[in-house]
C-alpha cells in the first residue's frame, strides 16, 4: 500500500472515532478501550489514543479530553509536556470528580451509547454472512455482564 493510501485509510478510521467522540456528551467519559471495541473489533485502545493525539483543531472542536483510561485516570500527562494536567483540569470544569490518585469513577462518569446503537451493531454483526457461527452480544463485546445477568447465566 502507497504512503498516501495508508495515510487516506489512517484518517478513514480517525473520522470513525472522532465521530464517537463528539457524542460524549458533558462531564461525562470514555475509555479507549471501550471505544476501540465498539468501533470493530481490530482497533486497539492504542489507536483510539494515536487518534486522539492527532485530533484536528476544526469547527467542530472535538472532545479529545472526554476519553481516559481504563483505570479512569488521564494518560496524557507525558503527551502535552507544557500542560500535563490539562485533561484533568478540563473534565473537572465539567463536573467530573477525581480522587487523590487520580481517578474518576467509571460506575459514575462512563457514558455508552444508547442501546438501540448497540442493538443495531449486533444485527449487522449477526447478519453477516462470512461468518459460519452466530454471535452473541457479549462475544461481541458489546453488553457487560452485571452480576445480576452473571447470576442469572450460572
Not at 486497539?44 to 493525539?53: Q, T
Not at 484536528?56 to 496524557?76: F, L, Q, Y
Not at 502535552?80 to 467530573?96: K, N, T, W
Not at 451493531?121 to 463485546?141: D, F, M, Q, T, W
Request: some cysteine; charged content about 30%.
Amino acid at each position: 500500500m502507497s504512503p498516501s493510501r495508508r495515510l487516506a485509510a489512517f484518517e478513514k478510521v480517525f473520522e470513525k472515532i472522532y465521530r464517537l467522540v463528539l457524542r460524549i456528551p458533558r462531564g461525562r467519559v470514555m475509555t479507549y478501550g471501550q471505544i476501540a471495541r465498539l468501533l470493530e473489533e481490530r482497533y486497539s485502545p492504542r489507536l483510539v489514543g494515536w487518534a486522539m493525539h492527532a485530533t484536528p483543531k476544526d469547527e467542530r472542536n472535538i472532545p479529545w479530553h472526554r476519553v481516559i483510561n481504563s483505570r479512569g485516570a488521564i494518560s496524557t500527562g507525558r503527551v502535552i509536556l507544557a500542560e500535563p494536567d490539562r485533561q484533568r483540569l478540563m473534565l473537572e470544569a465539567e463536573g467530573v470528580v477525581f480522587d487523590e490518585r487520580g481517578h474518576c469513577d467509571l460506575s459514575v462518569y462512563q457514558w455508552s451509547p444508547r442501546q438501540r446503537t448497540i442493538q443495531a451493531k449486533l444485527k449487522a454483526l449477526r447478519g453477516n454472512k462470512s461468518r459460519s457461527h452466530p454471535v452473541s452480544a457479549s462475544k461481541a463485546g458489546l453488553v457487560k455482564k452485571t452480576r445480576a445477568t452473571a447470576k442469572k447465566t450460572r
